[in-house]
């Protein structure tokens, strides 16, 4: 498994416990986090979309009910919400490139969610792509690390 899907799915699970348990301490999350992955890098990933999703979250649900038409995040199923906050918070405040995003998040909520899921969280998602990185006008001078080309079965030189 990739360090970095692994380290989303690790961030999900974080986003998921905390949306269930408000108070769960920032020591048992990292506690958690780092019994789960042993790789510091993919420690180090995990630890920033959960904790930035959770430092944004109000202005990240306010950005996905703007867009979810005749849906209120409390009766969204839980770990699509928690797919769809980390996606937004990785497309908008870290330089994974939105199609990365989107299919790391809709691949992580066919696994974690409902059959519906993948559908539903590209749907909101897709609606929250940062203009300058939409799918459809992406550039093709968008610095991509080794790392992210690699999930989007892009090859690439490392010069």
């Known amino acids: 498994m990739e360090r970095r899907r692994e380290s989303r799915q690790v961030a999900l699970q974080l986003l998921f416990q905390s949306d269930a348990n408000p108070d769960?301490?920032?020591?048992?999350?990292?506690?958690?986090?780092?019994?789960?992955?042993?790789?510091?890098?993919?420690r180090d990933f995990a630890w920033q979309l959960y904790a930035g999703t959770q430092s944004m979250r109000d202005e990240i649900d306010a950005k996905i009910q703007a867009v979810a038409a005749n849906w209120r995040l409390s009766r969204m199923a839980a770990t699509d919400r928690n797919v769809i906050?980390?996606?937004?918070?990785?497309?908008?405040?870290m330089s994974t490139p939105p199609p990365v995003v989107l299919d790391e998040c809709i691949e992580i909520a066919k696994a974690y969610g409902s059959d519906k899921s993948g559908e539903?969280?590209?749907?909101?998602?897709?609606?929250?792509?940062?203009?300058?990185?939409?799918?459809?006008?992406?550039?093709?001078?968008t610095p991509v690390s080794a790392a992210d080309a690699q999930e989007c079965g892009r090859e690439v030189t490392v010069e």
């Open 24 to 42: 769960i301490s920032v020591y048992a999350a990292r506690e958690m986090l780092e019994a789960e992955l042993r790789h510091g890098e993919a």
């Open 85 to 93: 906050r980390m996606g937004v918070y990785e497309m908008t405040m």
């Open 120 to 141: 539903f969280v590209n749907g909101i998602l897709d609606k929250l792509i940062p203009e300058s990185g939409h799918t459809n006008n992406a550039s093709a001078d």
